[in-house]
């Protein structure tokens, strides 16, 4: 059963993604949308794993190792001024729609498997997380036509 090895990934994932959500919130200080809101973020993948770990503990170990190709890059520091921040806010769109749709694929799962406890985990947390994308874009596109047209 490979479930046991995307939850453990997701688990990962979310810390990745909150630690992620913290570089950036502590290194856009100045921007207060951008600061509060991520640490908003952060807050929120925080309990995402945290509430993924009474799942794992009742799960059985995972049969074979996690594929050596199977985790998520986080970021490491927040980049300087308007590019740096778009950049910034790219990366952590790609890491959140890796968290996105690995809640889609756990969920779906779930409900094959008629785990209740688990769908209702994937929902709440999925659609947080889908609402964290909808922040992210909306702020790209309003910080794209100054950052990318508009001379330093």
């Known amino acids: 059963m490979h479930l046991v ?6 688990h990962a994932t979310e810390e990745a993604l909150s630690a ?8 856009h200080v ?16 925080t309990a995402h794993a945290q509430a993924l770990a009474p799942v794992l503990e009742r799960c059985a170990p995972a049969d074979e190792p996690v594929p050596d190709r199977l985790h998520a890059q986080g970021l490491s520091s927040a980049r300087n001024g308007p590019a740096g921040l778009l950049r910034d806010l790219l990366d952590l769109y790609q890491l959140t729609n890796l968290v996105d749709i690995t809640w889609t694929l ?4 779930a ?4 785990d209740r406890d688990l769908i209702h985990l994937t929902q709440q947390y999925g659609e947080e ?5 909808d922040w992210l874009r909306m702020r790209m596109k309003a910080v794209a036509p100054q950052t990318l047209i508009v001379a330093p």
């Not at 090895?5 to 997701?10: D, K, M, Q």
Request: glycine share 10%; with cysteine.
């Open 20 to 27: 992620g959500y913290r570089t950036v919130s502590d290194g």
């Open 106 to 109: 756990i969920r779906q799962a």
């Open 30 to 45: 100045a921007d207060g949308d951008v600061h509060w809101t991520t640490a908003r973020f952060a807050r929120q993948c």
């Open 111 to 114: 409900s094959a498997a008629r």
């Open 5 to 10: 090895t995307y939850l453990h990934f997701l």
């Open 129 to 133: 997380t889908g609402d964290q994308l």
